[in-house]
């Protein structure tokens, strides 16, 4: 490797820790969290791994010993006190001085040590502990992509292909184990197999779970391995992921072999690196569908469509990470909660190799965290009392996560004490959040979900670690913000358990074409609750807003070209079609003259200055390359103030 | 068992029964003398169990095809049926769709390689 083609990257990188660093210092003073210290944690010893693959000796020892503080702020061996935090920060501010002098000179200048034997006096016993803290994995939240492998001699004579097969049994199918190896056979059957996890032995020992994930090489092409391992019975997902592209290329000379086929290496690039691939794609695209309206009947046309297609694919690939780069770290969480609690708490994971939107992902890591905090803290009893209640003494997290066909299901669950619905409902009449006549008309699922309104909380004694009731009205609205939805059940006694349900990608989301005074606005259809026709004869008029009220509760009417003109509507013709959606528990039909059609957008942002108008979440662009606005929903509930 | 999976098979009108066997000695001995192109076989069996049949006929004809039959609690007698050679199996209970999915795709074989 050529360090000084990384360097600007490693710097780069090495501001941005330093940066969450800082942040997370300061906000350590006012509330100290495990969260905090996990980002702590992650940043300084992410600055001591690239610096020393960047062989910078000083970078990497501060790195290290900034890690050691932390552990004795954590440990509480060291108080977080007027003087450690100027410690730390002036740790941090000599990683910066140290950074910019390599960034310029490719050395250090300024002197270090005094900091390190200073940190060394206040954490003595450190080295011990890092012995252990070695063997640690931390989570790193990186896009790693496979370079181009490497290879060496071959067996096959014809141009054959290398792809990495992800598949996954239906959780329905009866012996998944034996499935799991009848697919095995059926892809052995397309060419030669390797890396296969679980391996036979371990599918024969019991040991699948619902995925299963192999290199082949074959001479077939991805649609055709893909076709025939989905004809398989009970498989539900195949991912046929091209290792290569370039093996199109027969090969010349000597025929080459695959002995060493899997020297996987990786490379690291910036995520806006991808996006900006990604972006040059989507406008390809959008060529492409005016070049398919002019030259319909062109062979060569379909063919570049095709193409361009694969290619997006890959490229959002790019973006993808999998679960586990974010849950990493939750074992660590749950079990210090418990600790923290006296509480015995254990994590179990399944689907962790499910792969989303790395942006998704970090969107994710506040509601996991607040979910998993909620489990241990409200939701798993202490073990006297679960010994009494017959349990085992250490309470257990699920957390499953479950692809289905654009979205990505994550189910978090608690077998602990479970929601009491009668409860819930009471206090929330008492807080007035609902009505007592109103509550009679809401099942249990919705007044569950009471419990994610702002304001609402059940314990009289807030405590420390999952705060106090702001919270899951939180969590919710980040799903929410994501084209997400969150639900929750519980058996009282038993379990509660959330399930958020999120796009695996941002970018390309179905989306449905309104159009109001003669203009097309796009609306994510994840935002939409459902369509329908107002009449004019329905509506009530009340504080200069109009309103319906259908079965369902109060429905407020916006007329969309008003809201966007910022213009009041005086009147209403006698019927407008509309969306409605519902955010903050208000539901709003948003009355337009034409609902057009439903279908798949490409999200592009709004650059500057363009972001700084409200309303819209960005634009996309028609087959035809009309512009067309989409329409951010929360900022329009703000704009008209509810 | 047997005259579920044959009623299934024929309703489907894809599929001709030639031959039926009670135990494994028998159906090693009818496969032989009528060459099926598809062998739906029990795991458990008097005589000789369906692993063992299934071994046997596919030591005669490398290219037989044997669907076996099990019940949900015959996991790894499944895995081993496959590891010896089975295609595919069916899982009581089972529906005809079912039944004719699995039948299907092994009747159908793999894709042929290239070249």
Not at chain 1, 412 to 417: A, K, L, M, S, T
Not at chain 1, 491 to 515: D, H, N, Y
Not at chain 2, 65 to 74: E, I, K, N, P
């Amino acid at each position: 490797m050529d360090p000084a083609r990384y360097r600007t990257l490693f710097v780069q990188e090495t501001r941005e820790h330093i940066q969450t660093m800082s942040e997370a210092v300061l906000r350590l003073i006012r509330e100290p969290s495990s969260s905090l210290y996990d980002n702590l944690f992650r940043a300084a010893h992410s600055i001591k791994g690239m610096a020393a693959s960047m062989s910078f000796q000083p970078l990497k020892e501060i790195g290290h010993v900034m890690e050691d503080l932390f552990e004795e702020i954590r440990s509480g061996a060291l108080v977080v006190n007027h003087q450690t935090v100027k410690t730390l920060l002036g740790g941090l501010d000599l990683m910066e001085t140290l950074i910019g002098e390599f960034e310029h000179t490719g050395k250090s200048i300024s002197p270090y040590s005094e900091f390190v034997e200073s940190v060394r006096a206040i954490a003595p016993d450190a080295r011990l502990r890092d012995q252990q803290k070695a063997e640690e994995k931390r989570p790193n939240l990186e896009l790693i992509i496979p370079e181009r492998l490497q290879r060496t001699n071959a067996t096959l004579q014809e141009p054959s292909f290398l792809f990495r097969v992800d598949l996954e049994v239906s959780q329905s199918a009866p012996l998944p184990g034996a499935r799991a190896l009848v697919a095995v056979k059926s892809i052995e059957d397309l060419g030669r197999i390797s890396r296969l996890s679980p391996t036979i032995e371990e599918i024969a020992a019991g040991k699948f779970q619902s995925q299963l994930s192999c290199y082949l090489v074959t001479n077939h092409g991805a649609a055709e391995l893909n076709e025939e391992l989905m004809a398989l019975t009970d498989i539900v997902r195949v991912v046929v992921t091209p290792i290569d592209p370039y093996t199109r290329q027969a090969p010349a000379g000597a025929p080459p072999t695959f002995k060493n086929p899997m020297r996987r290496t990786t490379v690291r690039v910036e995520t806006r690196a991808v996006d900006v691939v990604v972006e040059g794609i989507s406008e390809l695209m959008i060529l492409n569908a005016q070049l398919q309206e002019t030259l319909p009947d062109h062979p060569e046309t379909s063919r570049i469509g095709t193409l361009i297609q694969q290619i997006y694919d890959r490229a959002l690939h790019l973006r993808m990470l999998p679960f586990e780069a974010l849950s990493g770290n939750f074992a660590r969480i749950v079990y210090d909660l418990g600790q923290q609690l006296q509480k015995k708490a254990q994590i179990v994971i399944h689907g962790a190799d499910i792969q989303m939107d790395k942006s998704i992902l970090d969107e994710l890591a506040d509601p996991m965290i607040h979910l998993l905090r909620n489990g241990v803290d409200h939701g798993i009893e202490s073990p006297a009392d679960r010994v009494r209640r017959e349990k085992a003494e250490t309470g257990t997290i699920r957390v499953d996560v479950i692809r289905q066909g654009d979205r990505v299901i994550i189910q978090i669950q608690d077998d602990g004490r479970g929601l009491d619905s009668e409860f819930i409902r009471k206090v929330a009449i008492k807080k007035g959040l609902i009505t007592e006549r109103q509550s009679a008309a809401m099942n249990v699922h919705e007044i569950l979900m009471l419990i994610t309104r702002s304001g609402f909380s059940t314990r009289s004694n807030v405590t420390e670690v999952s705060g106090r009731g702001i919270g899951l009205d939180a969590v919710r609205a980040r799903i929410e913000s994501l084209g997400g939805s969150l639900r929750i059940a519980s058996e009282l006694g038993q379990f509660t358990r959330f399930e958020l349900m999120v796009p695996f990608t941002l970018a390309i989301v179905p989306a449905v074409l309104v159009s109001t005074s003669g203009r097309q606005f796009a609306v994510p259809l994840s935002r939409i609750d459902r369509f329908v026709r107002i009449f004019k004869q329905d509506l009530h008029s009340t504080q200069g807003r109009f309103v319906t009220f259908p079965e369902t509760g109060t429905l407020y009417i916006e007329q969309l070209n008003h809201v966007l003109d910022g213009t009041n509507a005086t009147d209403f013709p006698e019927e407008m079609p509309a969306f409605i959606t519902e955010h903050q528990s208000r539901k709003i039909a948003w009355c337009v003259d034409e609902l057009l059609e439903q279908k798949q957008i490409l999200l592009k942002p709004l650059g500057e200055p363009l972001n700084l108008v409200s309303c819209y979440s960005g634009v996309t662009v028609l087959g035809k390359g009309e512009i067309v606005p989409i329409l951010d929903i929360e900022e329009l509930y703000r704009e008209r103030s509810y | 068992m047997r005259s579920m999976i044959k009623d299934i098979l024929k309703n489907s009108g894809k599929y001709d029964i030639v031959g039926e066997a009670t135990n494994g000695q028998e159906a090693v001995d009818r496969f032989k003398e009528l060459l099926p192109d598809i062998i739906t076989m029990d795991i458990v069996m008097p005589i000789k169990d369906g692993i063992e049949a299934t071994r046997e006929i596919l030591q005669h004809d490398p290219k037989a095809r044997v669907v076996m039959c099990s019940a949900l609690g015959q996991e790894p007698l499944v895995i081993e049926s496959i590891a010896a050679g089975a295609k595919d199996f069916i899982v009581k209970p089972f529906t005809p769709e079912k039944v004719i999915q699995v039948m299907d795709h092994v009747a159908r074989g793999p894709i042929k390689r290239q070249g």
